[in-house]
């Protein structure tokens, strides 16, 4: 009944469709067919095992007899401004059979669907034009410019994001007495989200209008396939919770699909064609070249006033004002908006930050691996040559009873043809260190040991260099282990006599933890790597303790090893460049060293590596982008800086933008930068697995390695860097050793 007046409505229900079968039966035919599936009664897949006699038992009864309410969304009223009625209910019919053997069926209640109530139809003449997804620099301006030559109003749906950067474009908008909705704060596809999302997203967008404008928005229009009509469930969802919200949902009939640029003669077209479906038209003002809108724009305007419609806004096809869909905000909230946009400022600043580093990050990055891989492939190793000068050892020792025994054993195998003085400071052990020293010293008289309280590693190694008798002095770890031709191979370049060091090649030799097998390859591509490629250019920054070797007279031209910092090494190495020293590193010098196997072993390893390296940096921050020092000063130094200190420092605030940006669809942005930081490490690993004839699987540990490292890599660095600012004493630290290294012929 509508108006007082009875409707016939012929449909083919449950009990239509089992007369009709009956008698399909009679006929004996073939088999029947359904038109058109999904929008039969779904009772008709409960009534095929129905017999002709219409004899129903109880349960088949109750089945037919229920009209189930079904997602099926329906329609009433006109217009593309709508509201949502979610609810749903069965229904209830009463089945007969007449005196004629049919089928018969009382409805007593109709079932109730998701419904849409459509409003805003006005009169037939009128027309509305909207905007989404801007504002945008290049095209909102311009097609601002057309309106207001046209003398027309819009209605402008914003993107948060894209209004968070373009404040002043949405002041605009609304001087020039448009309207202006939510769109949503960073354009996800709604049906895919959850609640909170969505009203995360309309909470933020309608926020950031009051701070910008001073007004709030009732208008709202959800970005992708539910601003046309919504066909499933899902996509009516985030309607009711806008709806909820007080928003009156905005959708539209005539899309010319202006994003996709079909051409400006199309969008004309197809806006023509349309007309007659709706009177809100679609249009976009952002979201790329938009060009084609802007020349479409008079051409519609002049063929809608052609045809003797009116451009009107929103609120009038609503028949009510302006201010009722854009209502001012109460002038007691002014301090509440004053923290708005302040916040929103400093989100902004923030983002802004954050993107521009991930953009000169990764250019950094991809120009760093080009350069770092283009010298390794040009790294040549030196021609053996017969050299024996005499040389001494050094090494620091501090509780190393379990490994000091193996590493001596290792070291006095050698090939090395020349005199060889080894000398053991015990820095005060409180273990067995001195008394396995002194057993091989009884048997070889190359083994001297000398005793000292505990002063530290630096100073164990000065009162090492102070009894060398050689002019060669190797160092080396407590715990390496070296091979017969790690001392040959090592000591060989100073056949030239104006070199100043060796570097050695360290290898983790406890792979048993995947802790220790990410270091491995942590040291193959991060610093073996590197010093292949550095040696051309002479800009090793640091000789590594683990398995190194100075000229005596370099090490006293560059005033001794210094006390003054926990990276002796680096120190002493930056050092030597200062005398203009060269440094090489010889790959084939291989030495197998103990690493940490836990994750808190590690981190206090690498806290200490970090306030170290930050000391060595301050120390000789004179020599960053000093002509002087050439290739260290202007890329090995800088690069510390920057990629060990800088980059590893920030990581967590991209990493949490990267996460937060997850839900809100702004990872598509973001994936392209994790993609080239992860395509670079995973190259620099290959190419380092390549040249260390290692297994090519390994290179692709680099990617789980970040899960571990990132994080703790960025503790370590932001803890150094905590306590160099307040000068706070930090004390050289004791790994615990295991003894795991095997032994290596």
């Given at each position: 009944e509508d108006n007082d007046k009875e409707h016939a409505v012929w449909f083919l229900d449950v009990?239509?469709?089992?007369?009709?079968l009956r008698e399909v039966r009679k006929q004996n035919t073939g088999g029947f067919a359904l038109y058109r599936l999904g929008t039969e009664d779904t009772a008709i897949w409960d009534a095929l095992a129905v017999t002709p006699d219409f004899k129903f038992d109880l349960s088949t009864r109750s089945l037919l007899e229920v009209l189930r309410g079904t997602d099926t969304i329906t329609d009433v009223g006109d217009g593309e401004i709508v509201t949502v009625d979610e609810s749903r209910a069965d229904g209830m019919r009463t089945l007969s059979v007449d005196k004629d053997n049919y089928l018969t069926a009382n409805y007593t209640k109709f079932p109730e669907f998701p419904t849409l109530y459509h409003q805003g139809a006005g009169d037939a003449h009128e027309v509305a034009l909207t905007f989404d997804d801007g504002p945008d620099p290049e095209w909102t301006p311009k097609i601002l410019d057309v309106l207001k030559a046209a003398k027309v109003k819009a209605a402008f749906f914003l993107v948060g994001v894209n209004a968070e950067r373009y404040p002043n474009l949405v002041r605009r908008i609304v001087a020039e007495g448009h309207e202006i909705g939510n769109h949503t704060y960073y354009h996800p596809n709604l049906a895919l989200c959850w609640p909170e999302h969505v009203r995360l997203e309309l909470n933020a967008t309608q926020l950031l209008i009051q701070t910008l404008t001073g007004r709030a928005t009732t208008l709202f229009r959800p970005p992708y396939a539910a601003d046309t009509q919504?066909?499933?469930?899902?996509?009516?969802?985030?309607?009711?919770?806008?709806?909820?919200?007080?928003?009156?949902?905005?959708?539209?009939?005539?899309?010319?699909?202006?994003?996709a640029r079909p051409g400006t003669d199309v969008i004309l077209q197809r806006v023509k064609q349309q007309r007659h479906d709706g009177n809100i038209i679609l249009l976009h003002d952002a979201g790329g070249d938009r060009s084609q809108t802007l020349e479409a724009l008079p051409r519609i305007i002049e063929y809608l006033q052609a045809r003797n419609d009116t451009i009107v806004p929103l609120s009038k096809l609503l028949n009510t004002t302006r201010d009722a869909l854009m209502p001012p905000l109460p002038g007691g909230q002014t301090m509440s908006h004053y923290i708005s946009s302040t916040g929103f400022r400093v989100v902004h600043a923030v983002q802004e930050f954050l993107w521009a580093f991930m953009i000169v990050a990764t250019?950094?990055?991809?120009?760093?691996?080009?350069?770092?891989?283009?010298?390794?492939?040009?790294?040549?190793?030196?021609?053996?040559?017969?050299?024996?000068e005499p040389a001494s050892v050094v090494i620091a020792a501090y509780n190393e009873g379990k490994v000091i025994a193996a590493t001596l054993h290792s070291l006095l195998k050698t090939d090395y043809q020349g005199e060889l003085d080894v000398i053991v400071v015990d820095d005060g052990s409180c273990d067995d260190t001195a008394a396995e020293v002194e057993k091989i010293a009884a048997t070889d008289e190359r083994v001297r040991l000398i005793r000292q309280e505990n002063h530290g590693k630096a100073r164990a190694l000065q009162r090492g260099i102070g009894a060398a008798r050689h002019g060669l002095i190797v160092f080396i770890d407590a715990d390496t282990h070296c091979q017969r031709q790690t001392l040959p191979q090592l000591l060989a370049p100073f056949s030239n006599p104006d070199l100043g060091g060796v570097s050695g090649h360290a290898k983790v030799g406890n792979l048993r933890s995947f802790i220790g097998r990410c270091q491995s390859l942590e040291y193959t591509v991060g610093f073996n790597l590197d010093r292949r490629a550095y040696t051309r250019w002479n800009c090793i920054t640091v000789l590594p303790g683990a398995i190194s070797a100075i000229r005596k007279t370099a090490i006293d031209r560059a005033g001794g090893l210094s006390l003054d910092t926990l990276a002796e090494d680096t120190d002493l190495t930056l050092s030597l460049h200062k005398e203009r020293l060269r440094i090489v590193y010889v790959p084939a010098a291989v030495a197998w060293t103990e690493a940490p196997e836990t994750v808190r072993a590690l981190s206090r390893q690498r806290f200490r590596w970090a306030y170290g390296t930050l000391q060595c940096l301050w120390k000789h921050r004179d020599m960053v982008f000093n002509w002087k020092y050439r290739a260290l000063g202007w890329f090995s130094l800088p690069s510390i800086w920057f990629f060990q200190i800088i980059l590893v420092a920030i990581t967590p605030a991209v990493d949490l933008f990267l996460i937060l940006s997850l839900p809100f669809g702004a990872w598509r942005d973001l994936l392209p930068f994790v993609i080239v930081f992860l395509a670079t490490d995973v190259i620099l690993a290959t190419l380092a697995c390549i040249l260390e004839h290692e297994n090519l699987l390994q290179a692709w540990r680099i990617i789980p390695m970040r899960l571990i490292y990132r994080p703790m890599l960025s503790y370590c660095i932001w803890k150094a860097i905590v306590r160099g600012v307040k000068g706070a004493w930090v004390s050289w630290g004791k790994l615990e050793r295991t003894a795991s290294v095997p032994v290596r012929a």
């Open positions: 009990v239509t469709f089992l007369n009709e919504p066909a499933r469930l899902a996509e009516l969802t985030p309607l009711k919770i806008a709806q909820d919200q007080n928003y009156l949902v905005v959708l539209e009939n005539i899309d010319p699909q202006d994003w250019v950094l990055v991809v120009i760093r691996t080009l350069i770092v891989i283009y010298l390794a492939y040009r790294f040549r190793r030196s021609s053996p040559v017969d050299f024996a």
